[in-house]
């Protein structure tokens, strides 16, 4: 079988591309690993910044995120006496978004069936030929057994960071920086209406919590837990009790609403960057290139700013203008290193180490920024997004 834009992965970074894609008429196939029940049924993000919503609106997909989701202002920065709003419209005339990351797996989903989108789901032993020749290919077995060839133009790698395209490329070819965190985090997706209007990021001297939801009647919230937890260990009465400790429920007249919690995981935490993200014909969008911890919302923000970029590269490399293409790496590389600083830094903030030397810095950090303009805008210019073509 041949293509134009052979994509690994059908997670955002690889549906939002063959959608782009498709409408300016370059022809992709998708090989996925999994079902596509369990792509569309995985918990993951739920925040999505201004110029995210901006782009799915322009490209038709924005109906039902703005039918069900929640526009909010800002978030409360918490810490034990101390809630304060960073207004993000005051501050740098921009909102964001609430809506699950599965939510949005479906809408792209739906889009792709009414284009005729050829998807292969539970594809296993993907592998990547040629990537250095001018006709690369997505080898793969489908699930009947059948050994399938992709030949394509190009590949794009939005296999997510254990999938095979970043393997691909030689390590004399490119450069990595790795960060762990000492702590995980622990999420939970819990069937009661959420005691808050918008997003609560709270530091305690036991550590992070995050208020989050993802409709009138469910609560999404996260703990920090040590690096090695175990989801068996934290029974749903303990998370209920700690959430509400590190959240301040009772702190001025404040309640955390416990409910029946439906879903639990724990999430490691690193930060993770390769450059470049291009070796010859194999593109990588995404976590396929990058991991940042989830405090500050970046990650599948940054695959949607990764593929509006990689899809005009991909559309003028199939024209024979291969200028975008080749500074594709570079300029996607801009905005992930701002979003890796930004989501280092919040994860720093609000992430307790037991270092009392640390908590102080935290603490005096939290009353900065929230209590100068500068601080405030320079929080919000970030979590509310910079352009796509940052
Ligand atoms: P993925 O979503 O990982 O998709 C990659 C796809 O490739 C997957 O479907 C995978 O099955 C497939 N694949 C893997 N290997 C193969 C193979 N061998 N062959 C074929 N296919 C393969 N980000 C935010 O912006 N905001 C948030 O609020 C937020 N919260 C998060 C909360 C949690 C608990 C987690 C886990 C993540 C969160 N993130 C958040 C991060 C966000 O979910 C990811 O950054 C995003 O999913 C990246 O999209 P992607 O398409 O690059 O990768
Ligand atoms: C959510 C996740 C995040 O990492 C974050 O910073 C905000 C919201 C969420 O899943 O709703």
Redo the contacts with the bound molecule.
Sequence with gaps: MRTQVAI???????LMLSHLLAREGVESVV????SRAY?EA???????EASTVDLLDEVGLGRRLHAEGFAHRGIYLHWPGERHHIDFVDLVGKMVYIYG?TELTRDFGRARDEDGQLLFYE?TG?RLEGIESDSPSVV?TDPAGRETRIEADLIAG???????SRESIPSSACQTWEKHYPYS?L?VLANVAPSTDELIYSWSPEGFALH?MRSESVSRL?LQVGPQAKVEEWSDDQIWEVLARRLGDGEGGWHLEAGPITEK?V?PMRSFVMAPMRHHRLFL????AH??P?TG???????IADVALLSEALVAFTKGDTLLADEYSERALRRVWRCTHFSWWMTTMLHTSGDPFEAELQRSQLGWVTSSVAGAAGLAENYAGLPIGY
């Design positions: 690994i992965g059908a997670g955002p970074a690889g090989v996925e690993c999994r792509v995985r918990i993951r993000a739920g925040l999505l990351q594809a993907t793969f939005c296999d997510g960071s254990f999938g095979p985090w999420g989050s996260y995981s999430l969008a995404g976590d396929a991991i940042v989830p919302a970046k990650g599948l923000n940054l695959a």
